[in-house]
């Protein structure tokens, strides 16, 4: 059985928004550093990483996850619609389904993070710089494919699960190319893509008690987008289709798929099937 403290900590976000850093440190403290995975949406997966961790990974990690201070998925839609997403193509800075929400946090988001939340880690807490992991879903799965080409690059390991791919399509990819272009004095990190077989991408959000459509799949965006890479960047990246799965049900699935295929490459276990 693993043994971890749980603590919480107060975090400034985009726009000075209040936010909340939980973090799971192995007790008794380890000798030397520890490997880091950040996830994202923390507010929905302290539970997942509780039973994760208990069930034990190898080697210790340091986990942290990053959450706003809500829960409640309409309150938080348009703060993740702004926190998670690059500055529009338009002038319009604007979600493309719900014009009252801003977009265009990432950068800062991004800098919040490389810049304070990740030295913060590493100075207070003995996270190794070399060894850091970075997990989102759905927007936050864009903001992860989003990081990935950006420089410096604060992860090894990207993982991004049914991300947002259909955020302005094909902007993301636009966007990635343009990145993978310019010249870069790192080696890329490693990228994992999930997405569920049963995902669906619609033209407006869910409304409560209100039927919805079919809608389109998303394997397809995360298809076209692998297609076009650099080759440098397909050597870097993967693609796992998770049968019978839908939007809502992958984020626990991958949350705690990644944090183990995390902790297996930490501990240098093949994790190929």
Not at 31 to 57: K, R, S, Y
């Amino acid at each position: 059985m693993s043994c971890r403290r749980h603590t919480t900590q107060p975090f400034t976000g985009v726009d000075g928004r209040s936010m909340t850093l939980d973090l799971w440190k192995p007790t008794p403290p380890v000798d030397g550093t520890l490997p880091v995975m950040l996830l994202l949406d923390g507010q929905w997966l302290h539970g997942l990483i509780d039973q994760t961790l208990e069930a034990g990974t190898s080697p210790p990690l340091l986990v942290a996850s990053l959450g706003f201070t809500s829960a409640e998925r309409e309150v938080i839609r348009p703060w993740r619609a702004r926190d998670y997403t690059p500055q529009a193509p338009g002038p319009e800075q604007c979600d493309p389904r719900v014009p009252e929400w801003r977009c265009g946090g990432a950068d800062t988001l991004l800098e919040l993070i490389g810049g304070h939340l990740l030295p913060q880690l590493v100075a207070d807490h003995h996270a190794d710089p070399t060894r850091c992991a970075l997990f989102g879903h759905s927007y936050a799965g864009l903001f992860a494919v989003y990081a990935w080409p950006r420089r410096p690059m604060p992860f090894s390991h990207i993982y991004a699960a049914s991300p947002s791919l259909w955020w302005y399509w094909p902007y993301p990819r636009t966007l990635t190319a343009a990145a993978l272009a310019a010249p870069r004095t790192q080696p890329l990190p490693a990228l994992q893509l999930f997405v569920g077989d049963a995902e669906r991408w619609r033209p407006l959000p869910a409304q409560p008690g209100q039927p919805r459509p079919a809608g389109i799949p998303t394997l397809g965006f995360a298809r076209e987008f692998l297609a076009t890479l650099t080759p440098e960047a397909t050597a870097a990246s993967s693609l796992q289709v998770v049968p019978e799965l839908a939007h809502g049900l992958m984020l626990a699935w991958a949350a705690r798929h990644c944090l183990q295929d995390f902790a297996a490459r930490m501990a240098g276990i093949d994790t190929r099937t």
